[in-house]
Structure formats: structure tokens, C-alpha cells
């Protein structure tokens, strides 16, 4: 699937943010927060140019403000050689959340 084609529907929720913004600090007592909180509303699927520079900080603050970050592989890139990439997939995988991928998000939305 192209990421580029899967546009957000009308009762999506779209956060954009600029880089080197932490999410907490745009996030908590936030809209955004408060619906997530009040919908119950824990995991958050991430996609980013630069995952090693911007992404992988937003899902560590998103971690410790008690959401469950989903790093979306094959909806991200990395600036740098390939082994920033990867260093950044096995700090998902081992500390921070977890990986998945579009066609993963995509049936296990479907099933719900």
C-alpha cells in the first residue's frame, strides 16, 4: 500500500507536529490529550521522514505519557546510514513500544 494514498478520514484525528517538539509537552492538557483520555484511546501509530531524529523522541515522550507508541516500518525512513534505522527499530522493539506495518495496522483495524 502507498502511505501517500491512505488520506485520513473525516473522523480521523491527524496530529502534525514540528520537529524537535517533545509530544508531551504538546500533548498533555492538550485536546488531542483529553480526547485520547476520555475515548481511552492508548496506541498511537507513527510514520516520519527522519525516525532517528524526530520520531523516535516523540515515541518515548508518548511512552511516558502512558500511551503505547507503534512504530510503523514501512511508513518511516531515517536520515543517515541504514544503521540509524535500525538502532532506532530495536529501541521500539526493546524499550520504547513496539514495531508493526501498514498491512498489520490495516487488518487488525479491519477486524475490530
Not at 42 to 49: E, M
Not at 72 to 92: I, R
Request: net charge negative.
Amino acid at each position: 500500500m502507498n502511505v501517500l494514498a491512505a488520506n485520513p478520514e473525516s473522523i480521523d484525528i491527524e496530529l502534525r507536529r514540528r520537529a524537535c517538539l517533545a509530544v508531551c509537552w504538546n500533548l498533555v492538557g492538550s485536546n488531542l490529550y483529553n480526547y485520547l483520555k476520555r475515548k481511552h484511546i492508548q496506541f498511537l501509530f507513527l510514520s516520519c521522514i527522519a525516525t532517528n531524529i524526530s520520531l523516535e523522541s516523540t515515541g518515548r515522550d508518548a511512552f511516558f505519557c502512558e500511551c503505547w507508541p507503534r512504530l510503523v516500518e514501512d511508513a518511516v525512513n531515517h536520515a543517515g546510514p541504514d544503521c540509524f534505522g535500525e538502532t532506532t527499530k530495536w529501541n521500539f522493539e526493546n524499550n520504547v513500544g513496539r514495531v508493526t506495518d501498514i498491512d498489520s495496522v490495516l487488518a487488525n483495524l479491519s477486524a475490530s
